[in-house]
Structures are given as structure tokens and as C-alpha cells.
């Protein structure tokens, strides 16, 4: 038995909780500070205040004033904080976690440096740890996945990446179950980069809905040529893109299918289909009041670096026609005019 | 102005009237002896009898008997005929075709020889040619595209595939509208390998949504992460053959594309959905009588082909579950039992 310490109690660490202790790990879900409503629920219902179910019995739950006491007798710390709270991780946990346990990290995203380098958040902790001149392994989880499904124990298929492949097997071995396939790979640049990536592409694709939308005057008549051909365009960028940041076939083929289950997950797609009717970023942005907009932070940070490297020679954005529209309309403001004819030069 | 002989009145053949019309050409759609109703009832009002508008005004209506008269003066000749009809459109149609014009076929599949060898349809007719001593360029459209769509003027981008590129440039321009996006390339078996292959992907993708179904008892219920755990994997089973068609990755990406779309375009899914609910394929095509399944015979000889050069040692058929399952179900009429863990090796 392995004690599994989630730190993060939103949806996709919560998740998490189930195959874990499903296996008959001990595991231990302990809130953010942002997450103390969540803790109070779960300890008093056992179910996460999203969920349609309860916890696997056993589950404990921890607030984040008790982090030393949860992570004693850790095997490995799973990280299930957004995005946004990846600095507070990198100063407010990895300083806590005894220096031999590994670490898994489920939050997706990238980082660009001024000079165009796009970091993953491994590489980011990574310094910190050096600074702290602590040697934890770090680990990642990237692939399709929604939290609400792996829940309801749906197939779900992801890639654990990290450099040491005992490791990995020791992770994979804990939390794979029935219905939780898991993919090993040392590539951790090129899954980490594909499954940030495709939250630019995946509002891309939101956007044909709106335009049908807005064209048809019928929610209910969707029409899938159009998605299939910003899907395809996707698939072309992303290809690249991965290879760019030095990652493999396997990690681009992990985007594709986090690309494919992203389009239909929720809020990136909410977004993208209030853009297609024709509402500006900042009238979508008021709409959706309240939602995290991670993937549109990813995408703008994505192009930033892109239009960097080009000016140096090193791509060429015309090969990029789709996320540079994407671009345009989150950072700079303009509406909706997808580049088809770009896609068939 | 060009004049488009359009030879098969299905409904891709029909379709591709509407951008081939509306850019002002001369277009005469011929049905096939197994269209007579069709051309009859287009003559009478303008519409096919599965398009939910008419025709642009002006497209010229041919029963078959009359192939020669509407061959007159023709820039090029579009072969609608289904992959049923290639054998017939090689005996019946190709020797009646003046030398001089080129074809854009439009009927996707691939047929397999006794060494495991997949031909394309081109390939195919070439060899007709070859034996009538005629030098007509043969060219071929690939991507997703579903013909309803392209009818409602849906957003689409598809590949025009040939050997001779002024040719694909002189379709392209004639065909390209506001709403069809046409890319060109040379790569002629990728685009027609890669389009064939996504049939057995596109079913395998549906089993998921049927195996939910059956577990949720409830209709409503899609969940995508399994769907994306089998794009995924099709993904990767699909870029492996078609390089090993000696395509480029440009075609890939265009049967991705026409993966996604098939995903959501009829009768392939529904045939998946059914069986992954738990029905026999024999069940599952007496529910479904009278669709043409095209997508299930060019599935079949795919993992023929695939099992022969395996034999040979030319390539290792664990690198394709997906499609040995798919094939064991239509094939060996085994039941659904979609190998998620052979998709994590």
C-alpha cells in the first residue's frame, strides 16, 4: 500500500482520489488555501461540491495548515493546483516535500521566457528545487482526461512523463486501474508542451460552432466539415510545434487526443462558440464571468513566444495561420475571421 | 467558363454540383444505371432527393444512356460513383471519356492484393487505361467533407491529389468557392490511404460511445474521454500506415481531419454504436438494412492486408490493436472488448 498526497482539491485532483484509493492506496487530499470550502464539504459529505458522486470511502481530508502531517509516509505527491497556482506550489509546497519523494504533476500549461522559450512547469520547479538544492523526481500527467469523467470511471487514457522510468512504473503500477490507462515516457517537454498547446487549437475549433451558429440561427444544427477542417489545420500546427519544442510522435499523437476531448469539455469551448456568434473577447469574457480562462493565457503566452522566434528566422508564422488568428482575437481584440484559404496553401 | 461532368449522382457526386455550378460553369451531373430516379426526379424539381435545397439554377441533368452527349466538350470528368461502382466506372465510364480530359474522382476505399499490397483507386483505373492506351491524368479528392454539409455551404477544406500540379491548379480554381477550400498535392496514394483507413478508426471511435450508453443506461450521457483514448490511439495506428503507404504527412493530417468528421457522419457511427451497445455486427446490419457499408469492407481488407505483411515480418500487429479489434469484430464476428491497456504499452 502507498500513501498518495494530492495537494489541490479542484476538480482534476480530487479526481484523482478515486483511482488511487479505488487501488487500496491510503490517500490524502489536502485543500489549497483556496480550497477550504472544498475540505469542509468533503470531510462532512465525502463528495467534492462539484461531483455527481462520493469520494471512495477512505479518502482523508486535509487542510493545508495540516500539509507536514499529510505528507508523512508520503510514496509520492500527486500536484493538482490550476494553472494559476503554479508559483504558489513551487514556494509554498515543494519546500515542504521531503527531499526523496517524487512528484506527479497534473497541471497543464507553459511558461515563455522573453527570448521565446517556452518552459514547462517541471522545468520551472526544477529551479526552484535546484535553489533549494532539493533532488525530488518531477512528474507529469498530460492526455485527455476531464475530471467529471474519469469520475465516473470512463476509459481514460494519459501519459505519465518524467526522466527515471522506475519511477513512472512505480506511479503507473499505483493508480492504473480498469478504466485509468496510463502511457510512460521520459518525453517530458513534448507531452507537456502537446497537451498545453492544444488549448489555443481547441478554442479555434469552438469557433466554427458559433460561426454555425450565428449563420443558421439554430443551436441544434451543427455541422462538423468546418470543425473537421480547423481540426485538420490543428493537427498540422501542433505536429509542428511539438517537434519544435523536441518532443516525439507519441506526445503530439497525447495533444491530438486532448485536443479531441477538449473541444468538447467545457469552458475553452464556451468561449469559443460566443466568439464565433460574433461577441468580442471582452463581451465573451463578461458572459463567462468567473471561469478560469487557463487556456487562453497558454495560447497568448504560445503566440507571444512564436512571433519571437520568427522575428529572429527561426519559423515562419505562415505556417501558423490558425493560432495566430487565435491570437489576434484573444490578445489584440479582432473578430472573428477564420483564415480558410491560408489552410489550403 | 468550364464545363464539369459530374458521373455518379450519390449524393458526394450531387454535392460537388452546387460549388462546381455556382462558380459559373457549365455542369452536367449524369446519374449511373443505378440513378435513374435521381436524374428523373432532379429534372422535375431541381433537388436531390436527400438535399434539403435545390440545386443552383442551371446544373444539366443526364440519365446514363445519354454519358456521351454530356461528355461533350468536357474540361474535366468528377467521378462520383461509390466504392462499390469503381469496377463498373473503370469498364463502363473510363473508355468513353476522350483522352484528352482529366478525372477527379471522388470515391474513397482501397482494394487489396494477395501479397497484402493496398491499391488506391487510381492506381486501379490506371491500370484500365493502361490497357485501353489511354492517357487521361487521373486525380482524386481526399479530407473531410460530408455532402449535406458542403450542400448547406458549410466551411470545408479537402485535398485534390494528382500527378500533374497545373491540372490540380486548374480544378482547384475552378471548384474553390467561399466555402470550399481546396489544398493540392502530388502525394496521391497518402491522401487516398489515409482517407480509406479512417473507416475502421471511425468505428472503433463509435464502439465508446455505445459501450457508455450501455453502462449509463442513458442516451444523454456522452462522455468523450474514451472517445479521446481512441482517437488517440487511432491517431498513432494511422500515422504508422500511412507513411508506410510512402505518404506524407500532409495526408495524415487530412485523414485526421476525415477521421473527425466520420466520428459524426452517419452510418459508420452508428454501426459502432450499436456494437458497442452490445449487438453482433450481423445484429447491428440487420438493425441498420439497406446502408451501404463501405467503411466496414474497406476496414476488412486493411487487417487483411496488414495480417499478410505481418506474416512476412514486415511490420508487428501489436503496433495496431485498435484495428485488429475492429477487425476481429466485423471480421471474426467477435464481441466488443476495446483493448484499452495494449493502447498504454
Not at 509516509?73 to 517524487?102: K, M, R
Not at 470512463?154 to 501519459?159: C, F, H, R, W
Not at 443558421?216 to 481540426?231: D, K
Amino acid at each position: 500500500m502507498k500513501t498518495i498526497v494530492i495537494v489541490g482539491s479542484g476538480m482534476m485532483g480530487s479526481a484523482l482520489a478515486f483511482p488511487a484509493r479505488e487501488n487500496g492506496h491510503r490517500v490524502r487530499l489536502v485543500g489549497t488555501v483556496l480550497d477550504r470550502d472544498i475540505i469542509e464539504t468533503a470531510r462532512r459529505t465525502n463528495r467534492h461540491p462539484k461531483f455527481d458522486r462520493d469520494f471512495p470511502s477512505g479518502v482523508e481530508f486535509y487542510q493545508f495548515e495540516e500539509l507536514k502531517q499529510a505528507l508523512e509516509g508520503a510514496s509520492f505527491v500527486i500536484c493538482g493546483v490550476s494553472s494559476f497556482g503554479v508559483d504558489w506550489f513551487g514556494d509554498a509546497v515543494l519546500p515542504q516535500i521531503p527531499n526523496e519523494v517524487p512528484i506527479l504533476s497534473v497541471t497543464k500549461g507553459l511558461q515563455d521566457l522573453p527570448d521565446g522559450t517556452l518552459l514547462c512547469y517541471p522545468d520551472l520547479w526544477q529551479a526552484k528545487l535546484d535553489k533549494l538544492g532539493k533532488s525530488n523526481e518531477l512528474n507529469a500527467i498530460g492526455g485527455p482526461c476531464t475530471s467529471y469523467e474519469l469520475v465516473a470511471h470512463d476509459q481514460s487514457l494519459v501519459a505519465f512523463c518524467g526522466r527515471n522510468l522506475q519511477t513512472l512504473a512505480m506511479m503507473k503500477a499505483a493508480m492504473t486501474t480498469s478504466y485509468y490507462h496510463i502511457m510512460v515516457t521520459q518525453d517530458v517537454i513534448g507531452i507537456e508542451s502537446a497537451v498545453a498547446l492544444k488549448n489555443g487549437y481547441a478554442l479555434g475549433i469552438a469557433l466554427t460552432i458559433g460561426e454555425n451558429i450565428r449563420r443558421s440561427g439554430n443551436e441544434n444544427e451543427i455541422h462538423y466539415n468546418s470543425q473537421a477542417a480547423v481540426f485538420l489545420q490543428a493537427t498540422r500546427e501542433m505536429d509542428k510545434l511539438v517537434a519544435m519544442q523536441g518532443g516525439t510522435a507519441n506526445s503530439f499523437y497525447t495533444g491530438i487526443g486532448d485536443l479531441y476531448v477538449t473541444v468538447y469539455g467545457g469552458r475553452t469551448r464556451k468561449v469559443g462558440i460566443l466568439l464565433g456568434e460574433g461577441l468580442s473577447i471582452d463581451e465573451a469574457l463578461e458572459r463567462l464571468q468567473g471561469v478560469t480562462l487557463e487556456s487562453l493565457v497558454v495560447a497568448g503566452r504560445v503566440a507571444r513566444a512564436l512571433k519571437k522566434r520568427a522575428a529572429r528566422g527561426e519559423l515562419n508564422l505562415a505556417d501558423f495561420p490558425l493560432l495566430m488568428h487565435v491570437d489576434e482575437i484573444i490578445t489584440d481584440r479582432k473578430p472573428v475571421n477564420i483564415p480558410w484559404e491560408s489552410f489550403a496553401k
